[in-house]
Structure formats: structure tokens, C-alpha cells
């Protein structure tokens, strides 16, 4: 079985930062991507950053230049360093992950969100 554990949400104010965290457990034969969702109240689910692991980052456009998603492929962590955060950030982030149990046996799996306010 596989978890995804993610720490690092909370409230800050606008133009402040966090750092969210996500770490990997479990029967894990190699990690292929990970990644960071949001979804705030009203609305659906949407991508904000992923990182291959051995591929280039990909961001949405509204975080790009505040955001970096980093992986630490000995932990089977990955952080998303928030700056210069802004009220339309807030909403729930959820770590997301496809995982390779065998080499030929992938599972798209998701964490249980940690909520991030941006708020003065």
C-alpha cells in the first residue's frame, strides 16, 4: 500500500510564503511523477505544478516565477516553495503521485490535501 503525507499548509498573509511537503510510502518501486493540485471553494480541481523525474517542470501560469516544485528522489519527497502568495491561492493542495509498485504495475495516487489561506 502506498501513502502520500503532506505537511507544510496554513495561513499567511498576501506576499508571504510557504513551503509544502509531501513524502512517499509504501511497497514504492520508483516514483515517475509527482506533482501539486489545488482546489478551491466553487471549483474544480486544477494543476499547479508537476516534476517528471527526469523531464523538465511544468507549471500553471498563474504561479509560474513565484512557484518551485523540487523532488528528493532518496526520500520519495516533494516540496512546492510558495512565494509572493496571493489571496487567489487559497484553496486546498493535494500531492499527487504516479508510482510504479513493480515495473510494469503503475497507481496514480492522491493525498489526503493540506489548505493553504492567503489572507491579511
Known amino acids: 500500500q502506498v501513502q502520500l503525507v503532506e505537511s507544510g499548509g496554513g495561513l499567511v498573509q498576501p506576499g508571504g510564503s510557504l513551503t509544502l511537503s509531501c513524502a512517499a510510502s509504501?511497497?514504492?518501486?520508483?516514483?515517475?511523477?509527482m506533482g501539486w493540485y489545488r482546489q478551491a471553494p466553487g471549483k474544480e480541481r486544477e494543476l499547479v505544478a508537476v516534476v517528471p523525474s527526469g523531464g523538465s517542470t511544468n507549471y500553471a501560469d498563474s504561479v509560474k516565477g513565484r512557484f518551485t516544485i523540487s523532488r528528493d528522489n532518496a526520500k520519495n519527497t516533494v516540496y512546492l516553495r510558495m512565494n509572493n502568495l496571493k489571496p487567489e491561492d487559497t484553496a486546498v493542495y493535494y500531492c499527487?503521485?504516479?508510482?510504479?509498485?513493480?515495473?510494469?504495475?503503475?497507481?496514480?495516487?492522491w493525498g489526503q490535501g493540506t489548505q493553504v489561506t492567503v489572507s491579511s
Open positions: 509504501g511497497s514504492i518501486f520508483s516514483i515517475d511523477v
Open positions: 499527487n503521485a504516479e508510482i510504479r509498485l513493480r515495473v510494469a504495475v503503475r497507481g496514480n495516487y
